[in-house]
C-alpha cells in the first residue's frame, strides 16, 4: 500500500487535495484499484522529466528511475564536467531504465541556446557559438543551419538525444528575461531562424522542442478570444515550427498551471483550444514545475503537477528538491486513481510520447553508442572557424559619427588625441561558467587583451552601481579613447550602467568613446548623446574579440539591428565601414507568373540588358520561370512603389539518380537597392527551401536545365563572387564553356571518321524500335548526370525521336547526343535560350554521352547552325 493522503471517495464525487470543499462529478463510475498503483507509476512516470543536478549517478536518480519509471533526464550545467563522463553516466541510466523494463529507452534532454544562455559550450566543453539575438542580427541562414548542425553533433558526443530548444519568443519592447534569448521582434525572420534549427537537429536523428509558447489574451468575459490568435504576430513562428516538423513545444506556465474552473470557465485550457484546435498541432506539449509556474499559479507540488495534466501537458520537468518531490509523485498516483487526470487524456500524451522516442530513440544506440568519428576535443577545433565566422558576422555597428572608425593605423593619427593608451570600462559580471583555479575571472578581460595586442596600453576599471570613482576618472585623463561596455540588460541595477555612461559623456574631454553593448543594444538605440555603438549581443570571449576586430578594422561589419521597430533617421556614414542603419528586414514572397513576369523581365533588363549577349524578353523568361512541380521562386517588392520588384531569386530542381538536385539558378537584385539585406534575404529563404525538400540532397549554384548560368559568370565582379564565398559556398577553379563554331566554314576532319568506320562505329538517327535501348543505355551509364535521362525520355512525348543522333557499336549503342533548333518542339531548345539570342538559325548539340574506347567522338561535340 502506498503512502499516499487518505481521501473519502462517495460515489461519483471526490474532494482531492488542497480541495476549497467544492464538490465536482466525474465521467468515470470508480477509480482505479489499488492494485494498479504499479501500473499507475509506469504511465505517470513516463509522462515526467527530472533535472539532474550531479555529475555522478545518485541514488535518488536511480530510485526514480527503478521505482517511479520518469520518462527524462534533464542534464543541467553542475552534471557536464568532461563529454566522456556524461557519456558513461548517461549509459548507466539507460541501462537502470532498460533493467525495469522500459519500452523505450530515457530522454536525454538539454537546454542548449547557444551563446549567454548554454549549459554546454564554453569553449573547453563544446564550442562557443552565438546566441539567438547575435544570430537574429548576422541573418544567414545556412550558418545558422551549421551552427546548429555541429551543436547538434557535439551534444551527441554525450549521448544527448532531445533539446529544448530555440526560443521562438518575440522580443517584448516592455522588457523582459526573454530579451537576449530571442531572434528579434521579426516573425518571419524568428520562423526561418526556428525551420534551420529545426532542420539541422533532424538531420542529425536529434529531438528538438520550441518553446515557450505564449499565453493567448483573455475577453473581458474571461472567456478565450481565439478566434483571430493564429494570425498574431507572436504564433507566427510556432505555427511555421509547427508545419515544418518541431516534435514538441514547451509552455508558458499560464498555458497550463492556472486553474481550468478559475480562468476558463468551464472552457477547453489554452493548449486544447488553441494549439490543438486552432492551430491543428498534434506533438507533445511540455510543462516546467519550476519557480516561475509556481508563482503563476499560487500553487506548488502536486497540485501543480495535476493542473499541468489536467491541462493539456504530455510531459512535465519538475524541478522539486528531492525530498518534496515523493509527496508531489503521491498526490499525482492519487488524482489519477480518482479520475481526476482521465485515462483517456494520459493514454493520448504516452501515445505522443512514444512516437518522438521511436523516431529517435532505440535501445541498441542507448545502451552501446556508437563511436564518434570524431571526439569532442576534435569537433571543438573543427567548428570553431564556424563559431569565429558567426560572431564576426554577428557584430553591428550601429551608429559611427565622425567616422571614428575603424581605428586603423593608417587613421589612428589623425583620430586619436594622443597615441597608447585605452581605458576600458566594464560592469561587474559573473563569469558564465566556473573558473578553474588560476584562471580569468572577469569575462571582459579578453576585450582588454584584444585591444592590447593592437598595440595600445590598456587600464581596464569595473564599475559598480555607484558609478563612476576618481580611479574612473584618472583613467579618462590619461586615455587616447574609451571603451565603455554595457552588459546585463536584464539586471535590476543597469539602469546604473546607462547612468555611468550618460556621466562619462559629459566629463570626457575630446576622446573618442566608443560603447560596445554586450547584450540587446534597445535601451542606447534611441541614445543621440553616443557617437558610436558597437553592438555584440552578449560577452562571451569569441564575441568581444569580435568587437575589438571591428573597432580596429580587421573586419567589415555586417550585422544589422535585430528589431523591426529601430528606424533611425538617415546619416551619413563611412564607406569603409556600412551602418546597421543602411539595412532594414525584406518581406519574401514566392513568385506568381499571372502578377509578376512582367515585372521579372523588367529587372532582368535592368541588372543584365546593358550587353545584348544576356538579353532576354518576357515571353522567353516565361518559358524558363514557368515551370510547374519543378521550381519554386521568390521576390522582393518595393513597398513603396506597387508592383517593381527589386529582387529575383529563382530556384529548380532535377532529378539525378535516385535524388533531386536543387538549383540556385538566378539571384539578382535591382543595382540601386544593393546592399541593403535583399540578395540575403532571397539568399536565404531559397537556401531554407531547398533545405527542407525532403528528396533534395546536394544543391548547387547555377542550374543545368533551364540553363542560365552553370555557374558564376567569369566576368562578374570579384566582390560579388565573395559574396557567394561568405555565405558558405565553395567555389572551384574549373569553367564550364558552351563552345560556338560557324558550321559554314567549318569542314568535316579527314582523320575521324575513317579511324571509326575500321573500329565498326556507325552512327543514324534514333528510331522507335531503338528508342527504349536508348533509355536503358543513359540509365545505366548516365542516370548521375542531373536531367539527362530526363531529356532524352521527353523526346518521346514531343514526337522528336529521331533528335537523338547514336552512335552504334556491333548493333550496341555506345553513344548519343542530342541536337536541336531555335524552331523544333524539342524540350531542349526551351531549356538553352542562348542560341536563339545569337540567333534565329543556331540550333545547338547537348547531352553527349560515350561509352567504350570510342572516345575519338568528343570531336563530333560541335554546334550546329543551318
Not at 564607406?575 to 509578376?596: F, G
Amino acid at each position: 500500500m502506498s503512502n499516499a493522503p487518505t481521501n473519502i471517495y462517495n460515489g461519483r464525487w471526490y474532494d482531492g487535495p488542497e480541495s476549497t470543499s467544492q464538490k465536482r462529478a466525474w465521467a468515470q463510475d470508480a477509480p482505479y484499484s489499488r492494485e494498479n498503483r504499479d501500473a499507475i507509476r509506469r504511465q505517470v512516470g513516463q509522462m515526467l522529466m527530472i533535472p539532474l543536478d550531479s555529475p555522478a549517478v545518485d541514488t535518488y536518480i536511480l530510485e526514480m528511475i527503478k521505482q517511479h519509471y520518469v520518462g527524462g533526464i534533464l542534464l543541467s550545467r553542475r552534471s557536464m564536467r568532461h563529454s566522456v563522463e556524461v557519456r558513461g553516466l548517461v549509459q548507466e541510466l539507460q541501462q537502470a531504465a532498460r533493467e525495469v523494463g522500459y519500452s523505450h529507452p530515457l530522454f536525454i534532454a538539454i537546454e542548449q541556446e547557444n551563446g549567454m544562455f548554454a549549459p554546454f559550450g564554453n569553449g573547453s566543453l563544446g564550442t562557443q557559438f552565438p546566441g539567438s539575438l547575435a544570430v537574429g542580427a548576422y541573418r544567414s541562414v545556412e550558418i545558422l543551419f551549421d551552427i546548429a548542425k555541429a551543436s547538434a553533433t557535439e551534444l551527441q558526443t554525450m549521448s544527448v538525444n532531445l533539446n529544448f530548444a530555440p526560443a521562438l519568443n518575440l522580443d517584448d519592447p516592455n522588457g523582459g528575461v526573454m530579451t537576449a534569448r530571442t531572434f528579434g521582434d521579426d516573425p518571419v525572420n524568428v520562423a526561418r531562424c526556428a525551420s534551420a534549427i529545426t532542420d539541422a537537429h533532424h538531420s542529425r536523428g536529434m529531438a528538438c522542442f520550441v518553446k515557450h509558447f505564449p499565453a493567448p489574451r483573455q475577453g473581458t468575459s474571461g472567456i478565450l478570444e481565439t478566434r483571430s490568435l493564429t494570425t498574431e504576430p507572436k504564433y507566427a513562428p510556432f505555427r511555421k515550427a509547427f508545419e515544418n516538423g518541431a516534435d514538441g513545444v514547451f509552455l508558458e506556465p499560464t498555458m497550463w498551471a492556472i486553474p481550468t474552473e478559475q480562468t476558463f470557465e468551464g472552457k477547453d485550457s489554452p493548449s486544447q483550444n488553441l494549439i490543438r484546435k486552432h492551430f491543428g498541432y498534434d506533438g507533445m506539449l511540455v510543462g516546467s514545475c519550476d519557480r516561475a509556474s509556481e508563482k503563476v499559479a499560487n500553487a506548488h507540488g502536486g497540485e501543480l503537477c495535476i493542473r499541468g495534466f489536467i491541462n493539456g501537458c504530455d510531459m512535465l520537468v519538475i524541478c522539486e528538491h528531492p525530498s518534496d518531490i515523493l509527496d508531489t509523485l503521491e498526490e499525482v498516483y492519487t488524482a489519477v486513481e480518482m479520475r481526476r487526470i482521465s485515462k483517456a487524456a494520459i493514454e493520448q500524451s504516452l501515445e505522443r510520447i512514444r512516437r518522438v522516442k521511436e523516431r529517435y530513440l532505440s535501445w541498441p544506440v542507448a545502451l552501446n553508442p556508437p563511436a564518434m568519428q570524431l571526439t569532442l576535443p576534435s569537433l571543438m577545433r573543427h567548428h570553431r572557424e564556424l563559431a569565429y565566422r558567426a560572431y564576426e558576422m554577428a557584430v553591428t555597428v550601429v551608429r559611427n559619427e565622425q567616422n571614428i572608425l575603424p581605428l586603423s593605423k593608417a587613421r589612428r593619427p589623425t583620430i586619436l588625441r594622443q597615441q597608447g593608451f585605452c581605458a576600458l570600462f566594464t560592469p561587474v559580471a559573473p563569469p558564465r561558467f566556473p573558473v578553474p583555479e588560476g584562471g580569468h575571472q572577469d569575462p571582459f578581460e579578453y576585450l582588454g587583451r584584444a585591444i592590447n595586442a593592437r598595440g595600445f596600453a590598456v587600464g581596464h576599471s569595473p564599475f559598480t552601481h555607484e558609478g563612476m570613482t576618481e580611479t574612473h576618472f584618472g583613467l579618462i585623463k590619461r586615455s587616447s579613447f574609451i571603451v565603455f561596455v554595457c552588459a546585463l540588460d536584464t539586471d535590476p541595477e543597469y539602469q546604473a550602467q546607462i547612468n555611468a555612461l550618460k556621466m562619462l559623456t559629459k566629463i570626457r574631454l575630446d576622446q573618442p568613446l566608443i560603447v560596445v553593448a554586450a547584450c540587446s543594444p534597445r535601451e542606447l538605440l534611441w541614445d543621440t548623446y553616443l557617437e558610436v555603438l558597437v553592438c555584440t549581443y552578449e560577452y562571451t570571449r569569441e564575441a568581444l574579440e569580435a568587437a575589438a576586430s571591428a573597432i580596429f578594422g580587421d573586419i567589415v561589419p555586417t550585422g544589422v539591428i535585430p528589431f523591426k521597430r529601430y528606424k533611425p533617421p538617415p546619416v551619413i556614414v563611412s564607406p569603409a565601414l556600412p551602418s546597421a542603419r543602411s539595412m532594414q528586414r525584406w518581406e519574401v514572397h514566392q513568385w506568381e507568373k499571372r502578377r509578376d513576369l512582367y515585372a521579372s523581365a523588367d529587372l532582368w533588363k535592368k541588372c543584365l540588358g546593358w550587353s545584348r549577349k544576356w538579353h532576354l524578353d518576357a515571353s522567353t523568361l516565361s518559358n524558363l520561370l514557368d515551370r510547374p512541380g519543378q521550381s519554386k521562386h521568390f521576390v522582393v517588392k518595393d513597398p513603396l512603389a506597387h508592383g517593381k520588384i527589386l529582387g529575383l531569386c529563382a530556384t529548380y530542381t532535377i532529378r539525378a539518380g535516385k535524388n533531386l538536385v536543387g538549383s540556385l539558378a538566378i539571384l539578382m537584385v535591382d543595382p540601386e537597392f544593393r546592399n541593403r539585406g535583399i540578395g540575403l534575404a532571397l539568399h536565404d529563404e531559397a537556401f531554407q527551401y531547398m533545405r527542407a525538400h525532403p528528396d533534395i540532397d546536394n544543391v548547387q549554384l547555377g542550374s543545368i536545365f533551364p540553363r542560365f548560368f552553370p555557374g558564376l559568370p567569369e566576368e562578374m565582379p570579384v566582390a560579388d563572387q565573395e559574396w557567394f564565398v561568405r555565405r558558405g559556398w565553395k567555389m572551384e577553379d574549373t569553367y564550364i564553356y558552351d563552345l560556338y563554331l560557324d558550321i559554314d566554314k567549318w569542314h568535316q576532319p579527314e582523320d575521324v571518321f575513317g579511324p571509326l568506320s575500321k573500329q565498326g562505329i556507325t552512327f543514324g538517327a534514333c528510331s522507335p524500335m531503338v528508342f527504349e535501348d536508348l533509355i536503358q543505355f543513359e540509365d545505366k551509364h548516365f542516370s548521375t548526370y542531373p536531367g539527362w535521362v530526363e531529356k532524352y525520355r521527353a523526346l518521346k512525348d514531343t514526337d522528336d525521336i529521331a533528335d537523338a543522333v547514336l552512335a552504334f557499336s556491333n548493333n550496341s549503342i555506345v553513344g548519343a547526343a542530342l541536337v536541336f533548333s531555335g524552331v523544333g518542339n524539342n524540350q531542349i531548345s526551351k531549356d538553352l535560350p542562348w542560341p536563339r539570342v545569337i540567333g534565329d538559325r543556331v540550333g545547338g548539340l547537348a547531352c553527349l554521352n560515350i561509352v567504350g574506347e570510342v572516345s575519338e567522338l568528343a570531336s563530333c561535340a560541335l554546334p550546329l547552325s543551318s
